[in-house]
Every structure is written in structure tokens, then in C-alpha cells.
């Protein structure tokens, strides 16, 4: 007989699914936090573990350090870190209270003169740092590192000082793009998609949308990978696809793309998932251990990204 308030798991998927084969992965590979998170996702786990979790990353000064975002190593608090926290607070409902207080006042203290976040910041000096993440004395802003933070803030109603001028700083990035590249997109796609001020959002996203098709900045004919360059800096296959823009439905972004684009993307998207039950890891891999970490975060967005568009997982 169960426990009193203990959460009553589904049925097992079946056998072979990519649900099961997933599962079996995330529990031989993945840190407590993803092990909490798929639970939460996939098994009616409840999200105070999860909470529990992810607050072995949290630091005195309010931020997340810890490699919670694997790339970045050592202890000290990073705005991508944070990034990281606010999404996986989203993802269990939990983004708001004293704790996002705390992460405001944080965030407040390490951003730039126009009020956004750099990338990296300086205290990340002498920890061991992805190559492809360059850490400068006079960090520039970051849309990148921005606009995830604004749009999930925005997306829980949470309101402070700090999210004025970050949100003038998202409009002004989003607005003037013209040559980007695929992460810094999606970082633009997070701040519109909560964007307060939704016809303005919407017609940002139509502008970005005819972006990303005129630069092909998204593969959308999978089965045709070798005619779409790799932007630079970027590793070898490290392709971006329709479902990596418009995660859900939802997605302001998912008007960019046809439906057979869509479901072709999805279709690459399923066929992904390996042998071990996890999906691949596309961007650089500079040490071992990045991989281990990165795995299962990459297997939950894929699985999450499928069932939002009513792919069966099992």
C-alpha cells in the first residue's frame, strides 16, 4: 500500500517504445535533476524533487553555478546558469516567489550598462570553460543569454526592475537582427513567444521568420543534409530543424515552417534517438563528461517536442 501522498505511477510504457528505451537511458546516464525531471514529465513525479534538485546549484548570491549548464564548469553563478534554473523552474510551474526574488536581484547585479546579461561573465575565469564560450574582460550583452531569461519571466508574469530595460534591450536586438545564426534565433523566438506586447511580437517573428528560410538557417529537407552549410563556429552536423525553433505548436515560430516541413522535421527528430535510448548530443564535444550530462537534457527536450505535437512516445 502506498505511502500517504506519494504519487501513483502509470503503467509502465511498453516495452521497446521510445518512452521505455528513453527511460532505461536517463536512469543508467542521468544527473538527479534530469532523473527528477523525467519523472516529473513522463512519470507523475511531483516537482518538489525537482525543486530539491536543482537547488544543489543555487549559490549565496542568488544565481546557479555548479556546471548545471554543462558547458560552463566551477562553482560560480553564470547568466546561462540561471537560464537553465528559470527553465526548469517553467517546466515543474514553479517560476516565482522569493526564489525568481533572489534570481531578479542576481541578475540585477551582473548585467551590462543597457541593462542585459552578458554571455559569461568575468568570475568564470579560471574554471574550465566549453572553447567556444570566450571569456573577456568587458563582456559584450547578450541576446543569447537574454532573451530565454526575459521570455520565461515574462511567461510567469513575474515583474521587477531589472525586466524593463532587459526587455527594451530584447526589442532592440530582436528587431535589428539581419545576419544571425541558429542559437542566437532561438533565444529571439524565447523572448517573443512571452513577449507582453503580442502584435508586436508577431510581427518581429514574421520578419525573423523569412530570416532564417532566406539565410537557411534551418534543414528542411532532412534527407537532404550535405546541401545546407553548418554556420560558422559551428561543429560538423550541427544542424538546426524546425521543431529546434518551434518546440511546440505554440511556438510563434511554427508559422515559419509548412506542415510537411514540420513533419518531415519531427520524422528526423524520432529517428534520432539511438540504439542506447538517448538522443545525440549535436553541438561540440569538448570533453567527455559534457556528453554523459548533456545527453539526457537532450533525450527530455526531444521527447517533450514530440509529444506537444502528438508524435505516440508510448
Known sequence: ??????????????????????????????????????????????????????DAYRNEDGGYGHALEPDLRGPVSQPLHVGHALHVMDAVERCGGQRVDRVCRYLTS????????????????????????????????????????????HRNEVWHAWLFRATDFCWQAVESLE?????????????????????????????????VRDQRLAVLEPDNLDSYAVPTGYAQGEHHFPHDYARTPRSLARAWFTDDEMSRSLDHLAGEQQEDGGWPVRWRQWTPGILLEAR????????????AYGRHIG
Do not use: C
Not at 527511460?23 to 538527479?32: G, H, K, N, P
Open 1 to 54: 500500500m502506498p505511502e500517504p501522498g506519494a504519487s501513483v505511477l502509470p503503467p509502465t510504457p511498453p516495452a521497446h517504445s521510445p518512452l521505455f528505451r528513453a527511460e532505461q537511458f536517463v536512469w543508467l546516464t542521468a544527473r538527479v535533476l534530469e532523473q527528477r525531471l523525467f519523472a516529473y514529465h513522463f512519470l507523475n513525479g511531483a516537482a518538489d524533487p525537482v525543486e530539491t534538485a536543482l
Open 179 to 211: 545576419k544571425s545564426h541558429p542559437y542566437e534565433i532561438e533565444a529571439a523566438v524565447a523572448f517573443l513567444d512571452s513577449a507582453p506586447d503580442r502584435p508586436r511580437a508577431e510581427a518581429a517573428a514574421d520578419r525573423l521568420g523569412r530570416l
Open 296 to 307: 539526457p537534457m537532450v533525450t527530455i527536450q526531444a521527447l517533450r517536442t514530440l509529444r
Open 110 to 153: 551582473v548585467s551590462r550598462p543597457d541593462g542585459a546579461l552578458p554571455a559569461v561573465h568575468t568570475g568564470q575565469r579560471g574554471y574550465p570553460t566549453a572553447p567556444f564560450i570566450p571569456v573577456v574582460d568587458d563582456p559584450p550583452s547578450s541576446l543569447l543569454a537574454t532573451g530565454p531569461v526575459v521570455g520565461l519571466l
